[in-house]
């Protein structure tokens, strides 16, 4: 999945991602989020996209029990 930002308002377009833990049973759904690049865009513990300045960076979630992660690509693009 990728998720495009307007370096002009700061903020993504698509502004939370959400990690989802499998199976709907599991004991511990927590989740931490992470920026492969927070120079590029930073995200929070909520899981909201902050555009820094233009470039691509990861945005990666990992499951607290098990470790489990995904990433979504982040491209912050120049305001047109």
């Keep these: 999945e990728m998720i495009s930002c307007d370096w002009s308002?700061?903020?993504?377009?698509?502004?939370l991602v959400t990690g989802t833990v499998a199976p709907e049973n599991a004991s511990d759904k927590?989740?931490?989020?992470?920026s492969s690049d927070e120079t590029v865009a930073t995200v929070a513990q909520d899981g909201t996209i902050t555009a820094v300045k233009v470039g691509t960076a990861d945005v990666i979630v990992t499951t607290k029990d098990g470790g489990k992660s995904d990433k979504v690509v982040v491209?912050?693009?120049?305001?047109?």
């Design 75 to 80: 491209t912050v693009t120049a305001a047109s």
């Design 30 to 34: 927590s989740v931490t989020y992470a």
């Design 9 to 15: 308002s700061d903020v993504c377009s698509s502004d």
